[in-house]
């Protein structure tokens, strides 16, 4: 099987956490790939690393594991401006060197889990729309969920730094973003997000907090903590497990920007081939509608997926 071999570590996590078992690997891998193969609207990938990057973070429960895959890339045709058109272009690269979102090369000691920070004071709306940084951080989500084993096994926390931010940048939200943004973590992209960190949040900007948190159902299945101080984050990642910039040793600004872009910059061809996937619609069998207010909380719909 083409599917990278896990760490000794990783493999017990992936037994304990996910109920991975490598003698029925192989079976769960050729079932989803005979199930895509029968779904003539989707285009996808049905390549192992895929697949079992999927059956991974649905805990390979495979019905779970073939909605999640049809949402996914349903959700990509719909909202291709958030999903799926997704060139690394000039925009994309001047969003990674401002220092936007960072994955740390060390993972949180307590769990295992992969360290994001996103700092949205680089947001510049006069050069980019909010959109544009929500895009750079989901295609940074990606190429973690499908190329780094401890993301795929022990999941994400993201850190979301708002130090400062100003009431202006907040002017610039859109609440129906935050909602595709949401369903497109919680139901499609195949990484389990296990925390979201928001520290250094102003009191001016509450309100609009309040607002983006009052969009988001009640239940959603990673958490959300608010800490009212920087130091209440080291109850969940230690303070040595930051960057150093927080005054921790988990790799310098300076580096994480240089590897980040070195990532994207490996992605280019990634990003154009990702780009043909989706769905089409004129070959999805016509039964019920999937209602994108009711199973995705946004405005639209689409044919029912059929499952076999």
Excluded at 128 to 136: A, C, I, S, T, Y
Excluded at 175 to 198: A, F, G, N, S, T
Excluded at 287 to 295: A, P, V, W
Aim: net charge negative.
């Amino acid at each position: 099987m083409s599917i990278r071999q896990l760490s000794t570590e990783l493999a017990k996590n992936a037994e304990d956490i996910l109920g991975e078992r490598p003698d029925n690997l192989l079976e769960d891998i050729k079932a989803i790939r005979s199930w895509i193969e029968k779904q003539p609207y989707l285009i996808a990938r049905d390549d192992e690393q895929f697949i079992v990057t999927f059956l991974r973070v649905c805990k390979f429960r495979l019905e779970e594991t073939k909605r999640r895959i049809e949402a996914y890339l349903t959700c990509k045709q719909f909202y291709s401006e958030l999903f799926r058109i997704r060139p690394v272009d000039w925009k994309v690269l001047d969003i990674v060197r401002s220092g936007f979102s960072c994955a740390l090369p060390e993972p949180n000691p307590n769990n295992g889990a992969r360290i994001i920070i996103s700092q949205f004071a680089h947001f510049n709306p006069q050069k980019h729309k909010l959109r544009d940084f929500f895009k750079v951080n989901f295609m940074l989500f990606e190429i973690m969920a499908f190329e780094d084993d401890v993301t795929g096994v022990n999941g994400l926390e993201q850190v979301i730094d708002l130090k400062n931010c100003t009431f202006q940048q907040t002017l610039h939200f859109d609440p129906m973003d935050l909602k595709k943004i949401y369903h497109y973590q919680e139901q499609c992209v195949p990484v389990r997000l296990l925390r979201i960190h928001i520290i250094n949040l102003r009191r001016e900007l509450q309100a609009a907090y309040k607002l983006a948190n009052g969009i988001l159902p009640a239940d959603i299945p990673f958490e959300i903590l608010l800490h009212e101080k920087e130091e209440d984050l080291y109850n969940f990642i230690p303070l040595e497990s930051l960057t150093d910039e927080y005054g921790g040793k988990n790799g310098t600004k300076q580096e994480l920007i240089q590897e980040t872009e070195k990532i994207f910059q490996d992605h280019v061809e990634y990003f154009e081939k990702d780009a043909l996937l989706g769905t089409n619609e004129k070959l999805r069998h016509e039964s019920q509608n999937f209602n994108l207010q009711t199973d995705f909380g946004v405005d639209g719909s689409f044919r029912k997926l059929e499952v076999d």
